[in-house]
């Protein structure tokens, strides 16, 4: 689900998450705005579904802005009256946001939220930020663990609820655009599953497999878990610390693919990469668990914004561009190339290639060649051709 907050020209949102800490009574309070919200979402997400089932036409978000103000003085829902209007209007903004994503194809049709997932709502006025402390409408001051200073003008704050048990509060903020100066070398880099990244100059990147170093201690958890009674204090207590421990993997994760992005924006001009069908890849099911745990989705992204924020240029080639089989040196193309060959010798000119280098090696030819092709199908002599030119040292560097 997206959201989007206008922002003036020569301005860009950045966002800044601390952990909050409220008190016994604040948590209550929160709860029952978390509750409120998730009940708003769900009603009106059955309520469009409904309508359109009977009458063929959904609802626009003036008409149930108008049909919750009319469902709360219903003497049945008072009791939306005692959390933030704010929040609960902002439920309807969510759900229509969702609609958007799913006509524009962006995301599945909106699913009803659930009460133990992650909880969260939004409060884009009425808040204050004051020392250590922030005022939230009807919950009060609630202290906040700043460990680094807000930046920018404060435009909207999410707080939010983890499977943990955790609270967290995010600043959306308006920030002048720092309009860098895009200078330096251009890299291709090729992303896998046994080395997390290879780029074109022959850096490589292995991948931490924290997953796999956690998954004795999940495995023991999961099974407490199952055979624990839903509800009980067993379960809980099994539940959250598997929940934990999937958060500390995601954290672990995280970090690193932050620390790699922002080494690569600041040593480079220019990166490109594959553009990978991730969704139709996790298909394979021997390799599905690998390719979620490797998130070359997320990487990407931290990739894009971290390139607008110091001047990298980052895009990706055409998703059909052979770079694994294709010979960097002469342009032989090895049809009978298979997954497990991680070396494999060019029969054209005898060159022993590292699976990985060599693709990432291509995948700057191509971007350089500025090559799109339609299709997985053979290659031709001008585009091996194109390639070699942009692999030849006068090529020109992206400046």
Same mark, same amino acid.
């Not at 206008?6 to 948590?27: F, H, M, S, V």
């Not at 099994?238 to 995280?254: D, E, G, I, P, Y």
């Not at 099911?285 to 745990?293: F, P, T």
């Not at 607008?308 to 089989?325: H, L, M, N, Q």
């Given at each position: 689900?997206?959201?989007?907050?206008?922002?003036?020209?020569?301005?860009?949102?950045?966002?800044?998450?601390?952990?909050?800490?409220?008190?016994?009574?604040?948590?209550?309070?929160?709860?029952?705005?978390?509750?409120?919200?998730?009940?708003?979402?769900?009603?009106?997400?059955?309520?469009?579904?409904?309508?359109?089932?009977?009458?063929?036409?959904?609802?626009?978000?003036?008409?149930?802005?108008?049909?919750? @103000?009319?469902?709360?003085?219903?003497?049945?829902?008072?009791?939306?009256?005692?959390?933030?209007?704010?929040?609960?209007? !902002?439920?309807?903004?969510?759900?229509?946001?969702?609609?958007?994503?799913?006509?524009?194809?962006?995301?599945?049709?909106?699913?009803?939220?659930?009460? /133990?997932?992650? !909880?969260?709502?939004?409060?884009?006025?009425?808040?204050?930020?004051?020392?250590?402390?922030?005022?939230?409408?009807? %919950?009060?001051?609630?202290?906040?663990?700043?460990?680094?200073?807000?930046?920018?003008?404060?435009?909207?704050?999410?707080?939010?609820?983890?499977?943990?048990?955790?609270?967290?509060?995010?600043?959306?903020?308006?920030?002048?655009?720092?309009?860098?100066?895009?200078?330096?070398?251009?890299?291709? %880099?090729?992303?896998?599953?046994?080395?997390?990244?290879?780029?074109?100059?022959?850096?490589?990147?292995?991948?931490?497999?924290?997953?796999?170093?956690?998954?004795?201690?999940?495995?023991?958890?999961?099974?407490?878990?199952?055979?624990?009674?839903?509800?009980?204090?067993?379960?809980?207590?099994?539940?959250?610390?598997?929940?934990?421990? /999937?958060?500390?993997?995601?954290? !672990?994760?995280?970090?690193?693919?932050?620390?790699?992005?922002?080494?690569?924006?600041?040593?480079?001009?220019?990166?490109?990469?594959?553009?990978?069908? @991730?969704?139709?890849?996790?298909?394979?099911?021997?390799?599905?668990?690998?390719?979620?745990?490797?998130?070359?989705?997320?990487?990407?992204?931290?990739?894009?914004?971290?390139?607008?924020?110091?001047?990298?240029?980052?895009?990706?080639?055409?998703?059909?561009?052979?770079?694994?089989?294709?010979?960097? %040196?002469?342009?032989?193309?090895?049809?009978?190339?298979?997954?497990?060959?991680?070396?494999?010798?060019?029969?054209?000119?005898?060159?022993?290639?590292?699976?990985?280098?060599?693709?990432?090696?291509? %995948?700057?030819?191509?971007?350089?060649?500025?090559?799109?092709?339609?299709?997985?199908?053979?290659?031709? @002599?001008?585009?091996?051709?194109? @390639? !070699?030119?942009?692999?030849?040292?006068?090529?020109?560097?992206?400046?």
């Amino acid at each position: 689900m997206t959201y989007e907050t206008k922002r003036l020209p020569g301005t860009i949102n950045k966002a800044y998450k601390y952990q909050l800490r409220p008190n016994k009574e604040q948590q209550g309070l929160l709860a029952k705005a978390f509750g409120c919200a998730r009940f708003v979402y769900n009603y009106f997400l059955n309520l469009s579904i409904d309508t359109y089932q009977k009458t063929k036409k959904g609802q626009s978000y003036e008409d149930q802005a108008k049909l919750l @103000v009319a469902l709360k003085k219903n003497p049945e829902y008072e009791w939306l009256k005692e959390v933030p209007s704010q929040t609960l209007q !902002q439920s309807l903004i969510n759900l229509r946001a969702a609609y958007t994503n799913f006509f524009k194809k962006r995301a599945k049709f909106p699913r009803l939220k659930k009460k /133990h997932n992650k !909880q969260s709502i939004r409060f884009p006025q009425g808040f204050k930020v004051e020392g250590d402390f922030v005022y939230l409408p009807k %919950i009060g001051w609630v202290r906040v663990n700043f460990h680094r200073p807000v930046e920018g003008k404060i435009k909207s704050l999410t707080v939010s609820k983890t499977k943990t048990g955790e609270y967290f509060i995010s600043f959306v903020c308006e920030v002048e655009d720092p309009k860098p100066e895009y200078c330096g070398g251009e890299i291709g %880099i090729d992303v896998g599953l046994k080395t997390f990244a290879v780029t074109s100059d022959g850096e490589f990147f292995d991948k931490p497999h924290y997953l796999k170093k956690a998954e004795t201690s999940l495995a023991y958890w999961q099974r407490r878990m199952s055979r624990r009674q839903r509800g009980s204090s067993g379960y809980e207590k099994a539940r959250v610390k598997v929940a934990k421990l /999937h958060k500390k993997v995601a954290n !672990q994760r995280s970090d690193y693919q932050h620390k790699l992005s922002r080494y690569l924006v600041e040593h480079n001009g220019a990166i490109y990469l594959e553009d990978l069908n @991730v969704k139709g890849m996790v298909k394979n099911h021997k390799l599905a668990k690998s390719i979620s745990d490797a998130a070359w989705g997320q990487f990407t992204r931290f990739l894009a914004y971290k390139g607008e924020w110091y001047g990298c240029w980052v895009e990706k080639i055409d998703r059909f561009a052979p770079s694994s089989k294709l010979c960097s %040196i002469c342009g032989f193309k090895n049809d009978e190339l298979t997954l497990n060959d991680r070396e494999w010798v060019c029969p054209e000119c005898g060159t022993t290639h590292d699976r990985d280098y060599n693709a990432a090696v291509n %995948i700057l030819a191509f971007a350089r060649a500025g090559t799109a092709l339609d299709n997985a199908g053979g290659v031709g @002599v001008s585009l091996a051709n194109s @390639v !070699q030119s942009a692999l030849k040292p006068e090529a020109p560097i992206f400046r």
